[in-house]
């Protein structure tokens, strides 16, 4: 089974919108973190939001805030105001607690693209 | 701001021969790792290090593939004998220790971008 999955492959949006990224997770260990990186059309990863799983609150950066619902196993992504430099790969990523080198699983990402 | 560097940022090679990709961490950080990137694919984990060893790898890692860091500030990725099925983006990360309450993202490099013909 996928430990990461987002479900849309593309998604479009206009410029100044909202936006919801889809990201499903799956673990059995009760320690674990979420994240997502934006990955430009230039290659690099871009830190920008991160929920625990023990984290009371959903997690929120300037535009960016992640709806977590624990019981539905959910991490996903909202953009509010959408600009037209969000137009990238958003990729969802998993650390399991218990892994040594706490490494990172993505998704297969969603491609978001704003439209003026 | 400090930053994972990578160098080079494309490597052509021919199938057979060796490459070592580079990386330098950012300074302080204590948890470096190498993913990949299949164009148009996901990200994909192939190995961590840690206090000189290796603490997690993949089942991508096999023997063709070496890390080490030869000094205190680069981090290498050596494939010994590359083939066309290698040709990705190849990632470093780093990361400061785990503290309680911290986010303790991994930073990433800008990638090395890897063509074997």
């Known amino acids: 089974a996928q430990k990461i999955t987002q479900t849309q492959p593309g998604m479009f949006v206009q410029e100044k919108e909202a936006v919801t990224l889809d990201c499903t997770y799956d673990t059995s260990d009760p320690s674990y973190g979420l994240f997502w990186y934006k990955q430009p059309s230039s290659g690099e990863m871009i830190f920008l939001i991160y929920q625990g799983s023990y984290d009371q609150q959903n997690a929120t950066e300037g535009r960016y805030s992640l709806n977590f619902q624990k019981a539905r196993k959910s991490a996903n992504l909202v953009i509010s105001a959408s600009q037209l430099g969000d137009s990238a790969m958003y990729f969802c990523?998993?650390?399991?607690?218990?892994?040594?080198?706490?490494?990172?699983?993505f998704g297969g990402g969603t491609r978001l693209m704003v439209k003026p | 701001e400090p930053e994972v560097t990578q160098t080079p940022s494309h490597q052509v090679t021919q199938m057979g021969q060796e490459v070592i990709l580079r990386c330098v961490p950012i300074?302080?950080?204590?948890?470096f790792y190498w993913y990949r990137q299949i164009l148009g694919q996901k990200v994909e984990f192939l190995v961590s290090f840690y206090n000189n060893e290796i603490s997690e790898k993949s089942e991508i890692f096999d023997d063709q593939f070496s890390v080490e860091r030869p000094d205190g500030s680069n981090f290498t990725l050596k494939i010994r004998s590359t083939k066309l099925e290698d040709s990705a983006m190849y990632f470093c990360?780093?990361?400061?220790?785990?503290?309680?309450?911290?986010?303790?993202?991994?930073?990433f490099g800008p990638g090395t971008r890897l063509t074997v013909l």
């Open positions: 300074s302080n950080h204590l948890y």
């Open positions: 990360a780093s990361r400061v220790p785990r503290d309680r309450g911290q986010v303790n993202e991994q930073f």
């Open positions: 990523a998993m650390r399991e607690g218990n892994n040594a080198g706490n490494m990172l699983t």
